[in-house]
């Protein structure tokens, strides 16, 4: 039977990737609304509560006035947005964080689509926070950087604008205020007592993310190794067809690259994964100095939105988990 979906903000970046993914398949039925009703609260409210799904990639108070539209029980909900993440009533959108995860959302009616920043760390951490390796308590620092896609579209059109109305900036910093909304649900799923210090940025290129989390491994307890972190880490996406682990071998060959020498760029290029719903997980190590960083490589506007939001709504229609990805 085919399901009805409505993509409620199809016209951003999420949106249009979204449908883009959708698009064509023949166990779905995309609906639209009217450009010209698209202000009208009724017509909204009537086409929220007549599809079996609906995405919503909206601003965070207009993903809240969207659900408060909905009266259907019927209505599955994915929020793309930052509204519902930690929110209680609604079920994380990251299918591999634990085993009984997809069980929880093909139960689900609200679902909360993660962020692209959160959906590394919480990949890295949670593994490694459940089995105890890493303190709960740990102080932890994440950097990490992302195609300017990640902004949205004002972000877009001023690196895309020619200078002077657009800038030349090859490298930005930015969330200096230290209170980046994907902190939230990056201490809530990573399994941490407290919010990590997180230090983002944006790179001259359109779409791609790296996220790094260094970690003083004498300063843990139970004296870790690189292997120890690792191999928690490939227990816990064993099988798991969207996130891998890299090997031993293949982070160590890394390591001992020179930097521009062949197999390097192409490994750890931010853009490598783009188009794809892959998440990648590396664990390198220094024992002699007992230092490690753990590295997610993940396209943001794939594993880190529209694509993570088409293998949840697979799951919750009772659909092939990989379909359109």
């Not at 108070?61 to 947005?81: F, H, P, T, Y």
């Not at 960083?293 to 988990?321: F, H, P, T």
Request: glycine share 10%; hydrophobic share 40%.
């Amino acid at each position: 039977m085919t399901q009805k979906v409505f993509i409620d903000g199809e016209a951003g970046t999420t949106g249009l990737q979204i449908r883009q993914r959708l698009e064509g398949r023949s166990d779905l039925e995309l609906v639209s609304i009217d450009p010209a009703r698209r202000r009208d609260v009724a017509a909204r409210a009537e086409l929220l509560n007549s599809v079996d799904a609906v995405i919503l990639c909206l601003p965070d108070a207009a993903a809240k006035e969207a659900v408060g539209l909905i009266s259907s029980n019927a209505v599955r909900v994915i929020d793309a947005s930052t509204a519902h993440r930690v929110a209680s009533g609604w079920t994380y959108g990251f299918p591999e964080m634990d085993v009984d995860q997809r069980s929880a959302l093909r139960s689900a009616r609200l679902v909360s689509n993660p962020g692209c920043y959160a959906t590394g760390v919480v990949a890295l951490m949670r593994p490694l926070t459940t089995a105890g390796l890493i303190p709960s308590d740990w102080p932890i620092t994440v950097n990490a950087v992302s195609g300017y896609s990640g902004g949205g579209r004002s972000l877009i059109e001023e690196f895309e604008a020619p200078v002077p109305e657009g800038t030349h900036d090859a490298f930005r910093i930015y969330g200096l205020n230290l209170s980046h909304k994907h902190l939230p649900e990056m201490k809530v799923h990573g399994g941490l007592d407290h919010e990590p210090v997180f230090a983002p940025s944006v790179g001259r290129y359109a779409q791609g993310m790296i996220v790094d989390i260094p970690l003083p491994l004498w300063a843990l307890p139970g004296k870790l190794k690189g292997s120890d972190l690792r191999a928690a880490l490939a227990e816990a996406y064993d099988g798991e067809r969207f996130v891998s682990v890299a090997s031993a071998g293949e982070s160590d060959a890394l390591q001992q690259a020179r930097a521009g020498a062949a197999g390097f760029s192409a490994e750890l290029d931010p853009e490598s994964l783009n188009g794809t719903n892959q998440l990648k997980l590396f664990v390198f190590a220094n024992e002699e100095r007992g230092h490690a960083r753990l590295v997610a490589l993940l396209d943001n506007l794939g594993k880190g939105a529209s694509g993570a939001a088409v293998q949840n709504l697979n799951i919750m229609l009772g659909l092939n988990e990989g379909e359109g990805l």
